[in-house]
Structures are given as structure tokens and as C-alpha cells.
């Protein structure tokens, strides 16, 4: 049933990973962050508190929900889906996670700047977001078909080699 969701989403994906990875790209960014998080948060509760934190790319649940529907195009965000992304990112390493060491914290979360910025450059962010159903979907055309020929009948196979095998030789 997950995986039928996950392919699901894979061949669909929400409107909200668009405005999580437009908020990806402004983290990495300190003074452009800055301004998001000085406009976007400035009427949040204990906002003079928590100000320093941040805009060093700490935040809560809210703040990113927020920040979220700040990089949207206008049309809402389901607070339940960005839920699921930040499960998602702190499963990647792109977020840390503080809520079991300072559970009463003004921010539990944490960019992790440089892993966001590696998988930016390397154009995978959306392939780590939305899983392998959709990276088998987006890159399926660009793996080529492999024939063998077993007495004398052409078929098609996949490849059965693993890295703790020898690799094969050509034929």
C-alpha cells in the first residue's frame, strides 16, 4: 500500500515540493534567507526571541509551513504533505532534527546548508524528495535495453550483476 502511494506521488508529485525546493534554494543563500524569514515571520509569536536563530536556519514546525507557503504560487499549501517532506529531509540529513535534545526549543529544526547546496549542484533534489519509484520513472528512458543471446534466441533481461560480484565480461 506505501509503495502504490509512493508511486503514486512519484508519477504526480505535489504542488508543494516546487515551494519546498524554491525554499531549498533561498537557505543556502544567508542574506536572501535573512529577508524571507525578517518578512515572512516577523508576526509569528516569540518572533524577537528567536530572531538570531532564525536567520541562521533554525526553525519550527510553522515556521517552515510558513516559509512553504511563502515560495508558493499562490494557491495554498496541505500542512500534511510539507509534514511528510520534513520527515523526508531529516531522513536525508537536509534537516536536523533537535526535538529530542531541547524539546521546548524556539526552533527545533536546521538547514543543513552544505548537503542542500551538494545536492542543488548536483540537480538530485528532487530524486531524494520524491524516491526511487520517481527516479526510475525520470531516468527510465535513459537506460538502455540489454540483449542476450541464450541458444540463439535473442531476449531481454535486466541486469542481474551486484557490486560484490565480479563484473562480467563482455560477450
Known amino acids: 500500500m506505501i509503495l502504490r502511494l509512493l508511486d503514486t506521488i512519484a508519477s ?8 519546498l525546493i524554491r525554499l ?3 537557505a543556502i543563500k544567508d542574506e536572501e534567507y535573512r529577508q524571507l524569514v525578517n518578512k515572512e515571520l516577523v508576526n509569528f509569536p516569540d518572533f524577537e526571541k528567536r530572531k538570531t536563530l532564525l536567520e541562521r536556519g533554525y526553525f519550527s514546525g510553522p515556521d517552515r509551513v510558513q516559509l512553504v507557503l511563502a515560495c508558493d ?3 495554498g499549501t496541505n500542512v500534511q504533505v510539507v509534514t511528510s517532506m520534513l520527515r523526508q529531509l531529516n531522513d536525508w540529513m537536509l534537516v536536523s532534527d533537535a526535538g529530542l535534545l531541547v524539546p521546548n526549543a524556539y526552533a527545533r529544526y536546521n538547514w543543513n ?3 542542500i547546496a551538494q545536492l542543488i549542484a548536483l540537480k538530485i533534489l528532487d ?3 520524491l524516491g526511487p519509484a520517481y527516479v526510475a520513472q525520470k531516468y527510465g528512458q535513459s537506460v538502455p535495453a540489454v540483449f542476450v ?3 540463439g534466441d535473442k531476449m531481454l533481461e535486466q541486469a542481474s550483476w551486484r557490486p560484490t560480484e565480479q563484473m562480467p565480461r563482455s560477450m
Open 12 to 19: 504526480n508529485p505535489p504542488r508543494e515540493l516546487k515551494s
Open 149 to 151: 543471446r541464450k541458444r
Open 127 to 129: 530524486n531524494i524528495l
Open 24 to 26: 531549498m534554494h533561498i
Open 113 to 115: 546548508k552544505p548537503r
Open 73 to 75: 504560487d499562490g494557491r
